[in-house]
């Protein structure tokens, strides 16, 4: 099901990046707006990062084998790693670009955008925020890093948009260093994206705990099930978008094996129904000693 949705949105944006890519070439070429086909060589580079995606998604659904006992989820982090590079890339061109061109200073020299450049850049804006919210919302549903990326990655080409947007339009009204001026500021967004991006995967693939809220969400579960007398030791980690837990549970000592077993058996089941992200749940049982 996961692996489902996560290919049907990654092929919904290849197709839409492609086809934005190509009309805002078109604009671009046709307008005379260097902001505008830098923007379509932005979106260009949305389609090389979806098929990432894809890849990487299809690699982390693979079922556990021999050599890989755990499963491959964290090749999904390797994805969004290899993501938050490109997108981090991208952000650099884009402000060396602008940068450079504030430095050399002959901005009389600079084309004056057509209309259909500005209208590009509106469809641009309203295309890649449909693009945006609609993969993060599968995103978040199928608790997917690497789709998340590629959300954020969706949200970078809106606002290079928008800075093509605004050059364009302070271009056509005698300021056309208002292009590089933008252009600077929005590569900043998409370098701290990367570097969200960047963080979160790396700490899936080196075993980071749950957050705070989660855990004291698995503290209570584990309390209101029957038998349990106090909790020792919870430990969570991250692997990939799947969680492993250990729990250490007191119980009454006097009970018999089949007893305690079953109080075990009662958290497991609890904590794998009320948190549908774990993968695997170890519950150890000790004698409750006041």
Not at 56 to 71: L, N
Not at 92 to 99: E, L, P, R, S
Not at 151 to 165: C, E, F, K, N
């Amino acid at each position: 099901m996961e692996k489902k949705i996560a290919m049907k949105v990654s092929t919904v944006s290849i197709i839409v990046n492609m086809v934005l890519s190509l009309l805002k070439l078109l604009a671009g070429l046709i307008a005379s707006s260097g902001a505008m086909v830098s923007d379509a060589v932005h979106s260009a580079s949305d389609v090389f990062s979806t098929i990432i995606v894809m890849i990487g998604v299809q690699v982390s659904g693979r079922q556990s084998d021999k050599d890989h006992q755990y499963g491959h989820e964290r090749l999904e982090c390797v994805a969004s790693i290899v993501l938050a590079v490109i997108l981090c890339i991208t952000g650099c061109g884009i402000g060396y670009k602008g940068i450079r061109t504030i430095l050399d200073g002959h901005y009389e020299e600079l084309a004056i955008p057509g209309i259909l450049a500005l209208a590009a850049a509106v469809l641009s804006i309203i295309v890649k925020e449909w693009m945006f919210w609609y993969t993060r919302a599968a995103a978040k549903k199928i608790n997917s890093g690497a789709l998340m990326a590629d959300a954020w990655h969706h949200r970078s080409d809106s606002l290079s948009s928008v800075g093509a947007l605004i050059g364009i339009f302070g271009s056509r009204m005698g300021y056309p260093v208002l292009d590089s001026a933008a252009s600077v500021v929005i590569s900043i967004f998409i370098m701290k994206a990367a570097y969200d991006i960047f963080k979160d995967a790396v700490d899936k693939m080196v075993d980071k705990a749950c957050d705070d809220e989660t855990i004291e969400r698995m503290r209570q579960v584990i309390h209101s099930q029957s038998g349990v007398l106090g909790i020792d030791v919870l430990r969570t980690r991250l692997f990939g978008n799947k969680i492993y837990v250990d729990i250490e549970i007191a119980a009454d000592g006097g009970q018999t094996l089949n007893e305690t077993h079953a109080v075990a058996e009662c958290v497991h089941h609890a904590i794998e129904e009320h948190f549908p992200n774990v993968k695997h749940c170890m519950v150890h049982v000790n004698p409750y000693r006041g």
